[in-house]
């Protein structure tokens, strides 16, 4: 199994920057994307940004030039760098990794969600 825990995020002021970091742990073969999806109060879950091992990014139309996600692959983490963050950017944050266990078998796994909040 592939465990993630998530830190970082919080209340901010709108045009103020927040900072998620994960890590990933448990029975690790590879892990080929990570990232994070969010949730506002009464929507869908939604992709924020995603990172492969190369480096490839993947980020959300209304984050761009806003979120830069970095990983580091040794050591199974991803950080999420948040600018000018807006009221609209409150939701519940969700760390994602796309990885192969040990075991081989691939699988999506779940962190347990942070709070962020824009407001002033």
């Known amino acids: 199994q592939v465990q993630l825990v998530e830190s970082g995020g919080g209340l901010v002021q709108p045009g103020g920057s927040l900072r998620l970091s994960c890590a990933a742990s448990?029975?690790?073969?590879?892990?080929?994307?990570m990232g994070w999806y969010r949730q506002a109060p009464g929507k869908q879950r939604e992709l924020v940004a995603t990172?492969?091992?190369?480096?490839?990014?993947n980020d959300a139309g209304a984050v761009k030039d806003r979120f830069a996600s970095a990983r580091d692959n040794g050591k199974n983490t991803v950080q999420l760098q948040m600018n000018s963050l807006k009221p609209g950017d409150t939701a519940v944050y969700y760390c994602n990794a796309d990885a192969k266990t040990t075991m081989r078998i691939r699988m999506s796994s779940w962190g347990q969600g942070t709070q962020d909040t824009v407001s002033a």
């Open positions: 448990g029975s690790i073969f590879t892990i080929y994307a």
């Open positions: 990172i492969t091992s190369d480096g490839t990014t």
